[in-house]
C-alpha cells in the first residue's frame, strides 16, 4: 500500500521542482540560523543564492561528523530551544554522542515518513505492530512508534530485550508486523524454537528490519524462520532517523528515498566527486525540510549505490541498493555504534594500559558478542591472578559506562595483535551476514 | 632477606610455557623454581632463576613482558607439621600470604618454599622472630 499516493508517485519533474523550492529554503534557513554553515559556505565563496538549480548543489561543502562533534551538543539546531520538542542522540567516534533535535513540525514529518515506510512493508490501519527496537535517544523505537500510530495501527512498544516475554505476548496478543533489527528478528526466531513456539502459528505477515547491515542470505533466513516477508529500512539520526528509505514490499529491490524530503546523493570517498547513478560509493545525504536539524551534504560513511528506473510498486523515488559496508571502521553492535577509536580512548584513560587493541565481533545464537583484546604490556602486568583479573573487569566495566555496550576483555601476549604494515588491524568483525 | 623473583605474561594457549624455557635454556640461564597460575584466557609464570638480568633480557627480546618482584625463601623443617607451623605463625600475624610454591633444591634436608606477600618486610621480621629460617637470594641463586 501507497500512504501518500500523491508525493510517493509524483511524477519526477515535479518532484524535483519541489526539491529545489525545498533545498533553496533550507539553504537559506542554515545560512541565516547556523554559525557553522555560513562559515562553511563563506569559505567556499557561496551563498545561497549561487544554487539556481539541483545540479548546482555539489558545489556546496560536505558536512562530517565532525563537524557534528565540533559543534556538540546544540551548534548545528537551526531553532531556538523553544521549538525543539524532541531530542534523539547517536554514538560518536569518542564517546560524546550526537545530538540531533526536531520541531514539532519534524516530528511530523517523520511521523509521515515512518507510516509511509511501515506501509511499504506491508502494514496499515488494522494491523498490529510489534516494535522491539530499542526506545530512547537511540531513534529507532520511538521512530517507528510514531509512524505505527500515524497510520492508524495499533502499536505494542516492546522495546528491546526480555525475549521469552516477547515470544509470549507475540502469542497472546497476535500482532501482525514486527519490527527490530535482522539479528534481533533471527534471535527471536530461535528463542521461540526453544520455547517450542512455531512462527507459523503466530500471525506475522511481514517484518520491517533495519538499523544495521544486513543481507540477501539473512533476509531468506528470516523470510523462512520467521514465516513473513521481509524488508528492509533505512535511516540515521542525524538525517532524521527511521524512515529516510525504505523497501518497497512489492519489489524488495532497493531502498525508495523519501526524495520529497531528502536528496540522496553517491560520491567517492577519497575525492568528494559525485558519481552517476549505479556506481557504488558513499551516500550524502540533504535534508530539505527539517527545521531543528537540517543537515547539508551530509556524508554518512555508508557505502551505497543509487538506481533511477522505474520501480513496480508505481513509487517514483530514487531506490539506494542495500547498505553493503562503510568507508570507515565503524561496528554495529547490538545496534550500537561503536568506532574502535572509542575503545582507544577507554583504554588511553586508564593508567599504564597501552593501546595496543583488537575489537574481535562474533554472532553467536544470532547476537553479537565483542572481545576486545588487549596487550598486556609492562605497566599493567603484574604477578598476582587477581590484580590481571581486576583490570579485565574493570576495562570492561569502562567499555560499558561509555559506550553502552558490553565486552568481554581478553588480555593478551605483546605483539600478537596482527599488524599489517606498521599500522594494527583494529577490528576482526567474523559475523556473516 | 629477599629474593628476585621474575614473571612473564603468557597467552593461554599451547606451547608459550616451553617456548620460554627454550628462551632461557639457549641463554644459558637455569631455572631453580617455577610456578605456573593460570585462568582460562591466560597464565602467569614465575620463576626464580640463577641470572635474572639474562633472563628478562632474554625473555623481552622475544617479546614477552616480564615483571620483576621480591618475594621470600623460607627453610621448611623436613617433619610432619613443618610447613603448618609457618603459616600457623603468619596467619596469626595476620601476614597475607599472596601464593606460594616449592623450591627445587632443598636446603640440607628441609625443603625450600617461595612466599609472595604483601607486606614483605613485615612477613620477614615476623618469620625470624619466631625461629623461622628465612634464606637470602645470594644463597638461593646458587643453590
Ligand atoms: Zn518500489
Known amino acids: 500500500m501507497i500512504y501518500n499516493m500523491e508525493y510517493e508517485t509524483m511524477p519526477r519533474e515535479a518532484l524535483e521542482a519541489i526539491q529545489f523550492k525545498r533545498l533553496q529554503a533550507t539553504l537559506e534557513r542554515v545560512y541565516a540560523m547556523v554559525p557553522f554553515y555560513r562559515n562553511k559556505f563563506h569559505e567556499a565563496g557561496i551563498t545561497p543564492s549561487d544554487v539556481r538549480a539541483l545540479s548546482d548543489l555539489h558545489c556546496l561543502p560536505f558536512t562530517t561528523k565532525q563537524d557534528l562533534r565540533d559543534n556538540y551538543p546544540y551548534g548545528m539546531f537551526a531553532v531556538p530551544m523553544d521549538n525543539v520538542v524532541r531530542i534523539h542522540a547517536s554514538s560518536g567516534t569518542t564517546g560524546k554522542p550526537t545530538v540531533v533535535g526536531y520541531t514539532a513540525r519534524d516530528i511530523e514529518t517523520w511521523a509521515e515518513l515512518m507510516a509511509r515506510a511501515l506501509a511499504s512493508g506491508g502494514a496499515s490501519r488494522g494491523d498490529i505492530i510489534h516494535n522491539a527496537y530499542g526506545y530512547g535517544l537511540f531513534t529507532g523505537g520511538l ?47 530461535e528463542v521461540a524454537q526453544e520455547m517450542g513456539v512455531d512462527f507459523q502459528g503466530l500471525h506475522f505477515k511481514s517484518g520491517v528490519f533495519g538499523a544495521e547491515p544486513w543481507s540477501e542470505e539473512m533476509r531468506q533466513e528470516i523470510e523462512r524462520k520467521l514465516h513473513l516477508s521481509a524488508v528492509d529500512i533505512y535511516g540515521l539520526s542525524e538525517v532524521l532517523g527511521p524512515g529516510v528509505a525504505v523497501e518497497c514490499i512489492d519489489a524488495k529491490n532497493g531502498l525508495h528515498i523519501a526524495e520529497d524530503h531528502f536528496i540522496a546523493e553517491i560520491i567517492d570517498p577519497e575525492t568528494g566527486e559525485v558519481l552517476p547513478n549505479g556506481k557504488r560509493g558513499e551516500l550524502v545525504f540533504t535534508s530539505i525540510t527539517k527545521e531543528a536539524f537540517p543537515i547539508i551534504r551530509y556524508r554518512t560513511r555508508d557505502i551505497s549505490m543509487l538506481h533511477r528506473e522505474p520501480c513496480i510498486c508505481g513509487r517514483t523515488h530514487v531506490r539506494m541498493s542495500r547498505v553493503t559496508g562503510r568507508t570507515d571502521d565503524m561496528l554495529i553492535i547490538r545496534g550500537v ?43 599493567i602486568f603484574s604477578d598476582e591472578v587477581r590484580m590481571l583479573q581486576t583490570l579485565e573487569r574493570k576495562i570492561s566495566k569502562n567499555i560499558k559506562e561509555f559506550l553502552g555496550v558490553s565486552a568481554k576483555v581478553k588480555l593478551v601476549e605483546p605483539k600478537t595483535i596482527e599488524r599489517s604494515e606498521g599500522k594494527a588491524k583494529r577490528v576482526i568483525d567474523n559475523r556473516v551476514l | 632477606m629477599r629474593v628476585e623473583q621474575i614473571s612473564v605474561f603468557l597467552e593461554n594457549k599451547a606451547g608459550r610455557l616451553s617456548e620460554v624455557t627454550r628462551i632461557l635454556s639457549e641463554a644459558g640461564v637455569n631455572i631453580r623454581a ?67 610454591y616449592a623450591f627445587v633444591q632443598q636446603s640440607g634436608n628441609n625443603a625450600v618454599i617461595i612466599f609472595r606477600f604483601d607486606n614483605l618486610e613485615e612477613a620477614v621480621k615476623i618469620l625470624t622472630q619466631n625461629g623461622i629460617k628465612v634464606i637470602d637470594g645470594s644463597v638461593l641463586y646458587g643453590m
Open chain 1, 143 to 189: 521512530g517507528v512508534h510514531y509512524g505505527a500510530e500515524k497510520l492508524g495501527a495499533s502499536v505494542i512498544p516492546i522495546s528491546g530485550g526480555n525475549t521469552k516475554r516477547q515470544i509470549m505476548i507475540m502469542k497472546d496478543f497476535r500482532p501482525t508486523i514486527l519490527t527490530c533489527t535482522p539479528s534481533y528478528a533471527l534471535h527471536l526466531g
Open chain 2, 34 to 100: 617455577l610456578s605456573l597460575a593460570d585462568t582460562s584466557d591466560f597464565g602467569i609464570l614465575r620463576l626464580i632463576v640463577n641470572d635474572n638480568d639474562k633472563a628478562k633480557e632474554a625473555l623481552k627480546r622475544n617479546g614477552f613482558t616480564v615483571g620483576k618482584t621480591d618475594v621470600v625463601a623460607v627453610e621448611v623443617g623436613d617433619h610432619p607439621g613443618g610447613l603448618h607451623k609457618i603459616l600457623d605463625v603468619l596467619y596469626q600475624a595476620n601476614v597475607n600470604v599472596e601464593y606460594m
Open chain 1, 337 to 379: 555504534n561503536v568506532f574502535p577509536s572509542q575503545i582507544e580512548s577507554v583504554l588511553m584513560e586508564m593508567e599504564g594500559v597501552e593501546p595496543h587493541y583488537q575489537l574481535v565481533v562474533d554472532r553467536k545464537d544470532n547476537l553479537d558478542l565483542l572481545t576486545v583484546r588487549v596487550e598486556v604490556g609492562e605497566h
